[in-house]
């Protein structure tokens, strides 16, 4: 099974702003994910994070309000951009290794004030 | 559009009681169905079924996926107050664009008084 380290595990944000979530594994894996738990809600796909190449997002979802890098196949960032209380959620980063089940990392709870 | 629907939405116990979750789901593609507990942030993995009629077990934890219904079930026996707990159920998707991509139900909230 992949360890995976993600932070930070939480923050408080000012409206406006943007935070960056990062998320480390320690084994190179094919498949990234980043999820979105909004209070009360299960866990929603916000995108595929790609090695090499842009992020395959879901619907609902949009570049310029979430950017995602993956330089490598250990490593991603999730940027949550220009904030609004409604983006107050838990932030999960996770990883397949093909048909094995999803791991997730530790997760990140960021509250916009 | 697929489905993945969690019955009950909730449940209060005492220890020592055994609570059945359900789950069910309208997917393409279907490859296989994962439990997981969540209590804090992250999801823990309990448990993936890929056959049907074939039960999984762990301790005091059970489940089973029946293909034909389109559902699943996750029994805990003698539950504990450690078990309280939000327990989810997901769908992955053999192939295409979906392939990897996890579609979660909405999720158990157990709860288990001493």
């Known amino acids: 099974s992949a360890v995976i380290s993600q932070k930070p595990s939480r923050d408080i944000c000012q409206r406006g702003t943007s935070l960056t979530i990062q998320c480390q594994v320690d084994s190179q894996v094919t498949m990234m994910f980043w999820y979105r738990q909004q209070p009360g809600q299960s866990l929603t796909l916000i995108a595929t994070a790609n090695q090499g190449s842009e992020a395959t997002y879901e619907s609902g979802f949009v570049i310029d309000k979430f950017p995602i890098s993956r330089p490598n196949l250990t490593f991603s960032t999730l940027t949550v951009s220009n904030m609004s209380p409604e983006d107050s959620s838990i932030y999960l980063c996770s990883v397949k290794q093909g048909a094995t089940e999803a791991f997730f990392g530790q997760g990140t709870r960021l509250t916009v004030v | 559009e697929d489905k993945v629907v969690q019955s009950p939405l909730s449940l209060v116990v005492h220890e020592g009681d055994t609570v059945t979750l359900n789950c069910s789901y309208e997917v393409t593609n279907f490859r296989s169905l994962l439990w997981y507990k969540q209590e804090k942030k992250a999801p823990t993995f309990l448990f993936m079924l890929?056959?049907?009629?074939i039960e999984k077990k762990s301790g005091r934890l059970s489940s089973i996926l029946d293909k034909k219904e389109l559902s699943s079930i996750l029994n805990i026996t003698a539950t504990q107050t450690g078990d309280s707990a939000i327990y989810l159920c997901a769908v992955d998707r053999a192939g295409g664009t979906s392939y990897g991509k996890l579609t979660f139900g909405q999720g158990t909230i157990l709860t288990v008084h001493p």
């Open positions: 890929t056959s049907s009629g």
